[in-house]
Structure formats: C-alpha cells, structure tokens
C-alpha cells in the first residue's frame, strides 16, 4: 500500500484532480473581475469620472488587445453608454459575475465531494478487501471492533481531504498571493511588512502544530484501543459477570478514558494557544500599517489613498492565509491517520488476489488425494503442533483422526481447511499446493465444520445457505427506474475501484447441494438437517412464530382443518380436556381476562397489552358494561396481592419470571400507587391510574393464579363487553384486531396459537409436552410438516446466533458444511456441545447422509470419543505432534498400545 | 380452591408448619395446581425427582416394584406430601405414586424451592427443625429395633 497520503491521491484521481485545477484557474477570471469591478463603478457612474461633461458618453464592452506581431486586434467595438446607462451596465456585470462565481463555486465544491466521496469508498473496500485477505494467523493478534474502528471512522476524514488535497492549496494560494500582489502595487514597502509577517505566521504556526499532530496521534490510538476494549467487553460479557469482574473492566475502561481526557484536554489547550498566536500575527499587521503608514503619511512620503487601498487590500490577506494553515494541519493530520491505518494493514502473506477470484462455472471436483508432506504446524507463540508428518487421503475414504491431548489433531484438520499454515512442509492436492488452489476449488469441494461456529445475523435459511454463496449465478434483468439505478451502481462502483457484483443476483449454488433450484432445494435441506438432529428444533421454532401468509399460503388456508384434526386426536386420545377452545360467545378460562375481553390478537400499538386498557373506545366499552369499576378494582386486589407476595424479592429472582402483572422494576411504581389509590373512591381517580391499574387485571388468569376474582356474573360480563366491543367497532381500530374466528387464520400470532385455537388446560400435568407430541404427528400425516419447518427456517438466529443454543448452532454449522456436497468433508470435533450419546448418534447420521444417493466423499472426523473410531474406514492417531497410529480400527486396536489406551 | 385455601393445606402439611405464611403463599403461587384423574401416575419409581406434591384432594397410592409386580405400601391422604425427599436432594423416586380417584394436587418444583429456601433463611431454619426431628426419631426407633433384636 502507498505510505503517503498525496501520492496515494494523486495517483488514483490526477485526471479529476488536474480537471478541477483547471476549473478553478478558469473561475479565477470572473472571480478577478469581479474584485475590480466595485471601483470601477464608484469611480465610473457614481463619482463622475469620465462623465465630466453632460450628455458624456463612455465606451462599453469594447474588447481590443495589442498583440506584438498583429498589432491592434478589434474583437469587438463596444457600445458608447451614458453616466446612467453605465451604471445599469456595470451593476449588471457585477450581478452576472455574482451568479457566475456562485456557479463555479457550487459546480467545484460538488466535484470535490463526489471525488472524495468516491475515494473514501475506494479506501473502505479496499481496507476490508484486505481483511478478506489476511492470512489466518493475523486474525489472533488484532481485534475486530479495532479493525471496524479503522474503516469506519479514522478513513473518514480522508474523504472530507481528498477532494482538498490539491485544489484548496492552489486556490488559497492563488489567493493569498494576489492579495499580496495588490497590496505590492499599492506600496511596496507596507507590503514588504506583510510579506514579513506572513512569512512569521507559515514558519512559526505549523511548528507550533507539530505537538498537535503528536497528540492527535494518540487520540487515535487510544481512541481505538477503547473502542477495541469496549467491543471486547461486549463479546466476554458471560466471562465478566461469571468471574464478578465487571469493576475491574469498570476500573480499565476508567482509566483509559482518564487517558483519551488528558490527551484531548492537552490538544484544546495547544490548540487555542496556536490559535490566539496566529489571531495575534494576523492583527499585528494592520497595527503595523497603522503606525508606520500613519507616520509616513503625516510626514508626506505616503497618500492617504495608497495607505487606505493597502489596509483594504489586507483584508482579503488574512483569510485565505488562516484557511492556507488549517488545509496543512488538516494534511498532516490526515496523512498521520493514513500512515496508522496503512501499517495497520500492511500485512505479510496476504492471500493473493487470484486466489479469491469469483468463478460463476461450477468447479469440477477434487479428484486427487490430498497429502501432507513433512507437514510441520504451530501456534502464534512457535509452539509446535504437528512435527513434519506424512500422509495421504484417499478420495472417498472416511477417516477418524484421533489424538491425545498434545496431539495436534485440531491442527490437523485446520490445516487440511487452510485455517492455519503450514509452518514448514506442505499439503497437496495431487500436485498442486493446497494454498495456491483458488477458493472457488477449496470453499466448494471441501467443506469444513469445527465447534467454532461463526453464524450471521439473519434467518436460519440465510446461515444455512450461506455456504452455497460464492459468486453471483443469475444475471437479473432490470426495468425502468431499477435499470438506471443499476447502471449507475455499476458505473459508481468501477470509478470507486469496487467490484460490481449484483447483491440481488441469486448466489445459492443449488446445484451445489444436489438440487435444481429454489423450488426442490428444501428436500435436500431436509435431509441434513434430519442428519444432525435439528429438524425438530426448527420445527419448534417454526411453531412458536407467526407466519408470512403470502409465503405460507398452505398453513394459512388449511388452518380449520388443522384445528379440526387436533380436536379429532385430543378426542381420539381422550384428551379433549388438554385444551380449552375459543368459542364465540363463551369465557375461556384459561386464557387470561384480556384476551377473553379483546377475544383476538392485536395486531398494531393501538390494542396491544398495556395500551389497551388506555384505548379511550375500549375504555368507553368497558364503562358501558360497568366492568370498568370491577377490573380497576381487580387491578388494585391484584396490585396488592402481587405486592405482598414479590416484595420481599431482589429484582433480580428469577421468580419474577413468573409473574405476568407487572416487572420487577414496576413494583415500586405499584406500590405507591397502590399506597396513593387506596380508600380513593374511583370517582377520583385519574384516567391515567386507572387505566395503570385496570391493565394488571388483562393478565389474571384464574386457575393459574387462583385469587379467586373470576365469578360467574364477570364472566359473563365480560362476554358482553367483547361483543358490544365488536358491534360498535370504530374504522380505524379494525386493523388494529384480528377476531379469533374458527374458520380464520390470525397472522399475529404463532403457528402454535393458530393451530391450538385456545388454551392449554393449566392443571392438566405435561400439557404442553402431550400437545407437541401430538401436532408434531399431525403435521406429519397433514403433509404440513416441511410447511411448519420452513416457518422454522425464517427464525432470525440473532447477532453471532445467540438466539440458537450451543447445541443448535454447532449442529447448524453442521448442516451448512453438508448441505454444499464436498469431495473432502473435514469435522473438527464439531459437536462439543451435544452430549457423548447424541454426538455419537449425529456422527453415525452424517456417515450415512454424506453417502446418500451414490456419493462417495472422503470424511476427516476428528473424534472427541475415540471408540467411535470403528465406524470408519481408517483410523489416525496423533500424540505429542506425531502420527503414532494409521491403519484399520481392528489392527490399531489389536496392535497398537496408545491407540488402546485412548479408547480405554 | 384458592390460592389462600393452598396456603391452609401447606401449613397443616408437617414440613410447613412452622414457616411464616407469607412465605408459603408464595411458594403457593409459583407452584402449579394439578389435576390427575384415577390411574394417572404422578411420577415413577426410578425418576429423577424434579417436583413434590401436596395433596389437595383425593388419594394416592404409594406402590413399590417388587418381583411380582407392583405393591401398594401406603396411601396419601390430603394434607399430606409426597415426593418431598426429591425436592432436599439428588435421590431417584423410591416408589411410585397413582391418582386413586380424582386428585388435585400442588406441584412444588425443585428449583422453586430450594430458591425460596436461599431467599428466606428463616424457612430454612424452620424445615431444618423438622428434618433434624424426624432424624431424631428415626435414630431413636433405630435404637430401639437393634436393641430389640439384640
């Protein structure tokens, strides 16, 4: 990378750069005229001057030059104007020049942004194009949010410089000289003081910047070394409040900022001090000319015009001058944060760029055996890993790697997926060198999943197609608006040095994954999925979501004979009790108050929860049936109850989680109110507390918490209101409510909530387990089955998959690494987080979901349970860096002392 | 039956006797109120206990597994716990338990329990003085069945 900033700028945008100097020499013309035209109008029209006599006329616009072999050329004659005339004449050159200078300026300022802007995106793709390419092992030593810092923030002012970095310094000086020049012609010594001063001001203050620079050099460091600590308190938060660390982070975190304060209050107090210095030059030449003009015109060796054209003449000086000053601070400045970016990013062993070429045509396979020979592996700190081993995999071998827990098996795998380098020998794939294979081979014929799973923020599909994203397959046909919003994506992104490719292209490889296109992909996702054990959790997670009716159109339009199946299999079981169905008309009383008054599922702000009870209509329907005296009530038996029982609790108990009235933090809130409330008749109270308290009671269920507010006239009650609810239902709230109707499908809520279509029996023991059990069967037999996991499949997985637990993450990275039907398929321990049992089952699964449909890949297992060693066809074992074993599990367990003792 | 009426039958339950209502009217509320109809099992002799019961209303069987099938040992009456050994520590159910007729019955969760005892010392102190006398009697009747034997 180019370590200076100019050359780095001029090299990239000398074109833009020389166009934009030429603008500018260009707009200098008018910008000159227009400095000259002001005296002559005062002279000319105002003050009479040339315009002695009455009826005098001046010429106008008469352009003539002596050239020096030509002689006199005549352009153009000119107009002869009168005194007034004139004045017209010139006030409207003046007012065109106005316009003409306010173009140039807008036309070259646009320009200069367009061109940084363009830069800075050059720069920002071109640093995390780096990062793509960074070796592995550089990875262990720098910290993302350090790396996000950089391209983020510190890049950024380089964009605001780019466009300056030659224009704003031929401008300014051009500028600043011809003040000078102006204030030379008038009197050549009062200008040689100028000259003096201004050669002071550009000597002294940039010296004086120097320390400015040095500081803003540490602003940035430790501005980054913050925002790396930060990112790294968010990633170990689990660690910090395990090991009660967070006053310590508190303490750094602390001291670092003391840091960052000191460095910034250092630089504003230099800075102003620069400041006031230069403010000071800048002033002390008008005092100069004052006093020594002054004196020289009272002894008549000056006219007071001269002196008052210099001292005018000035103020154009300091300007210019100041603006000359910051331009190079801001340079240095930003040359600095580009020399820390730059060796930042310098970085050996980048991964060249061939290498990573996109490659639209399918890959042949990877026909050859991959081989080790006098592979050597180590760490960051040299500690050894591998010593300088060989061997070969076959294609379509299955291999368990095994190893003690020096043995270097992780390594190995690693280095078979090009994770960590070699440190001396090498891997080949026939005979090419594994590391100069292009990605486009490596990243589709071999796959690779380890227990470090990395997962994107998005849907479960989006992590599970991820592998299958290499490179844009479909050219999209755009129309219109879009077209031209193409075009100029494209033609930006070549200007800007950035690739072109069509994000909204479709980049799944079906083919890849054994299907022909969108439509029978999810048969093949089935399947790896059913491999590894994580259809059933999808499954889960498909149930507990709403869904897109337009996705789903199925689940949707056969929702009543879903609901009618589960009753018929509730009754068939002689479960009918398990669930309490909603009926039109009657109280479900294992639904909450809520529920049973709105009988539907809010579908916007207006209805949901809290919000509710402070609707002015429902409020209105409440009071018409008198159940809004009755609920407030409830709510205040409820707050006080809730009060006595949870009081005594930290905030934090973990029994706060069952209770659904209120959080832990508004307890102290309902205390007082319940304190200010009590013996207030309801007369009195406010709308607002009302409502606060006639809220708790929407969430009361009577069998769940069993105060015993729920009598026969309330509930009935209650039926009224929601049917006087619905009769007189306003416009604007009917979007606002999806009615619980038998025969519709409510969009608002779960899968789960739709198919049930009312409550589970609260008293009914493992009721939601049974219900599981027993519409998992029913989506079989319905066909609905991959309707439901593809809902699953739409589950966002949260950032880094957070949302997933241990367990499922690995087994999706799993799937991910199956789903792409590699020639070499490397499993480093994958499953640590599933117990033995269930590792070893998702093991003999993949073993056979790798040979479905004829394949023959070659598996690399390594194996956290040796034993399970003799479901493949090889086994190797590694200790303390060496292969001590390689043969059939049957020989190495007869003849071979450490392999048994592993297995024991 | 309510969530008061609960508290009642707690109290009249030996192990509960002597902790403060408060404090059993929310253990009362974060248990679940379940209903077993007759033949049901509450849980199976060889489980890992998660839960003990008290027993609302109606009865329940106690049965042991023998050679020769299962054998009623005893009978749980309102008022009365079962299951509670699970809930104090890490042992398997020792015997089964069946709903013999209707049942209604207040299921402690483990978990619960052992954090309400963390939270309320005094209930700790209160259901130790019970465990420690039960312990006395049984070292006593121990006492007295090997000197008998002697």
């Known amino acids: 990378m180019e370590k200076s900033l100019a050359r780095y700028i001029w090299s990239h945008t000398w074109r833009q750069q020389l166009w934009i100097l030429a603008i500018v020499a260009v707009s200098m013309v008018p910008y000159f005229l227009s400095f000259d035209l002001p005296k002559l109008i005062v002279n000319g029209p105002i003050q009479g001057e040339g315009f002695e006599t009455p009826g005098a006329t001046r010429l106008f616009m008469n352009i003539d030059f002596t050239l020096p072999m030509l002689g006199q050329v005549t352009l153009f004659e000119g107009f002869q104007l009168n005194r007034q005339e004139t004045l017209f004449a010139l006030s409207l050159v003046f007012l065109f020049l106005v316009v003409v200078n306010g173009l140039f300026k807008f036309y070259i300022n646009t320009y200069k942004g367009r061109l940084g802007e363009r830069m800075l995106r050059r720069i920002r793709f071109y640093l995390v194009d780096r990062v793509l390419r960074f070796p592995p092992h550089h990875f262990k030593r720098v910290k993302q949010a350090e790396i996000a810092t950089m391209v983020k923030d510190e890049v950024e002012p380089l964009g605001g410089f780019i466009g300056d970095a030659f224009v704003q310094p031929a401008l300014l000086g051009g500028q600043a000289l011809t003040a000078m020049v102006f204030i030379m012609i008038q009197n050549f010594w009062l200008g040689m003081i100028a000259a003096a001063i201004v050669c002071i001001q550009i000597v002294l203050i940039p010296r004086m910047r120097r320390r400015l620079l040095i500081l803003g050099r540490e602003r940035q460091l430790t501005a980054r070394a913050l925002s790396g600590r930060v990112g790294e308190i968010v990633d170990g938060i689990d660690t910090i409040h395990v090991h009660d660390t967070s006053n310590y982070e508190r303490a750094d975190i602390a001291a670092r900022l003391g840091r960052i304060f000191k460095i910034r209050y250092d630089l504003y107090q230099w800075k102003f001090l620069v400041k006031f210095i230069n403010n000071f030059l800048a002033q002390i030449t008008p005092f100069l000319f004052y006093l020594i003009g002054g004196y020289l015109t009272l002894h008549g060796r000056l006219d007071i015009g001269q002196l008052v054209a210099v001292i005018a003449a000035y103020k154009d000086l300091p300007g210019p001058l100041k603006e000359l000053i910051d331009w190079d601070q801001i340079r240095q400045d930003v040359q600095i944060k580009y020399t820390q970016v730059v060796e930042q990013f310098s970085v050996d062993n980048l991964v060249e760029p061939h290498i990573q070429a996109v490659t639209v045509d399918p890959v042949a396979p990877l026909s050859d055996p991959l081989a080790a020979a006098n592979l050597s592996l180590s760490d960051d700190s040299g500690a050894t890993f591998l010593d300088r081993v060989s061997f070969e995999i076959k294609p379509g071998e299955t291999i368990a790697i095994v190893s003690t827990g020096t043995g270097g098996a992780e390594a190995v795998a690693q280095a078979f997926a090009r994770l960590n380098w070699p440190e001396s020998g090498k891997i080949v794939a026939g005979s090419v060198d594994l590391l100069e294979l292009p990605e486009s081979v490596t990243g589709r014929r071999i796959s690779y999943a380890s227990s470090d799973v990395f997962l994107v923020h998005g849907s479960l599909r989006d992590n599970l197609l991820y592998g299958l994203k290499h490179a844009p397959l479909t050219r999209v046909s755009y129309e219109g608006v879009e077209a031209d919003h193409r075009r100029w994506a494209v033609e930006e992104a070549r200007k800007a040095g950035n690739p072109d490719f069509d994000l909204r292209s479709d980049w799944v490889d079906y083919a890849a994954a054994g299907a022909t296109g969108p439509q029978d992909l999810f048969a093949q996702i089935r399947h790896v999925l059913e491999a590894v054990f994580l259809s059933q959790d999808i499954l889960d997670l498909g149930l507990r979501s709403p869904v897109d009716p337009e996705r789903h159109k199925a689940l949707v339009e056969r929702i009543v004979e879903l609901r009618l199946a589960l009753r018929g299999r509730l009754e068939a079981e002689d479960l009918s009790d398990l669930v309490v169905p909603f009926e039109p008309g009657t109280y479900n009383k294992e639904a909450n108050i809520g529920e049973n008054l709105l009988f539907g599922a809010a579908r916007g702000p207006e209805l949901a929860d809290r919000a509710l009870a402070a609707n002015p209509y429902f409020a209105a329907v409440l009071k018409q049936t008198g159940l809004d005296r009755t609920l407030y009530e409830m709510g205040m038996g409820i707050a006080d109850q809730t009060i006595e029982l949870f009081s005594d609790l930290p905030p934090d108990h973990p029994f706060f989680q069952q209770l659904a009235f209120m959080g832990a933090e508004e307890i102290p809130t309902y205390q007082a109110l319940l304190q200010r409330l009590n013996g207030r008749s309801y007369d009195t109270v406010s709308e607002a507390d009302r409502a606060a308290m006639t809220a708790l009671s929407f969430a009361y269920i009577e069998p769940r918490h069993r105060f015993g507010f729920l009598t026969d006239d309330l509930m009935t009650k209650i039926v009224e209101a929601r049917n006087r609810f619905y009769a007189g239902l306003p416009a604007t709230l009917k979007d606002a409510i999806e009615p619980y109707e038998p025969t519709r499908y409510i969009i608002a809520a779960t899968v789960m909530d739709n198919v049930l279509f009312g409550r589970i029996r609260h008293n009914h023991p493992e009721g939601p387990e049974r219900i599981r059990a027993i519409i998992f069967g029913m989506l079989d037999e319905l066909g609905l089955h991959d309707e439901v996991l593809d809902v699953g499949l739409d589950f966002n997985v949260g950032v880094g998959g957070k949302r997933l637990t241990g367990a499922q993450r690995q087994k999706l990275d799993m799937a991910r690494a199956l789903l792409k039907r590699a020639d070499y398929l490397i499993f480093n321990r994958p499953l640590l987080a599933l117990d033995q049992r269930a590792q070893d089952q998702v093991l003999r699964n993949v073993l056979e979901e790798v040979r479905r449909g004829g394949r023959e890949p070659a598996v690399m297992w390594v194996l956290g349970n040796p034993s399970m060693a003799a479901m493949f066809d090889r086994v190797m074992a590694f200790d303390a860096g060496q292969l001590v074993a390689d043969g059939t599990y049957e020989t190495l367990h007869e003849a071979n002392d450490i392999f048994r003792s592993m297995v024991s | ?150």
């Open chain 2, 1 to 150: 039956m309510l969530l008061k009426d609960e508290v009642g039958m707690l109290r009249r339950v030996p192990l509960f006797a002597g902790v403060d209502p408060s404090k059993l009217k929310l253990l009362a509320f974060t248990s679940d109120r379940v209903s077993y109809t007759a033949g049901q099992t509450l849980f199976n002799q060889g489980d890992e206990g998660d839960a003990a019961y008290v027993i609302l209303s109606g009865t329940a069987d106690i049965l042991v597994d023998s050679a020769a099938g299962p054998i009623k040992v005893a009978e749980a009456e309102p008022n009365s716990i079962v299951g509670e050994i699970a809930i104090l520590c890490d042992v398997s159910r020792t015997a089964t338990v069946r709903a013999a007729g209707q049942l209604e019955t207040l299921r402690i969760r483990k978990e619960d329990f052992l954090r309400l005892l963390k939270e309320f010392p005094e209930m700790t102190v209160e259901i130790l003085r019970v465990l420690a006398d039960r312990l006395s009697h049984t070292t006593a009747d121990l006492i007295d069945a090997r000197s008998r034997r002697n």
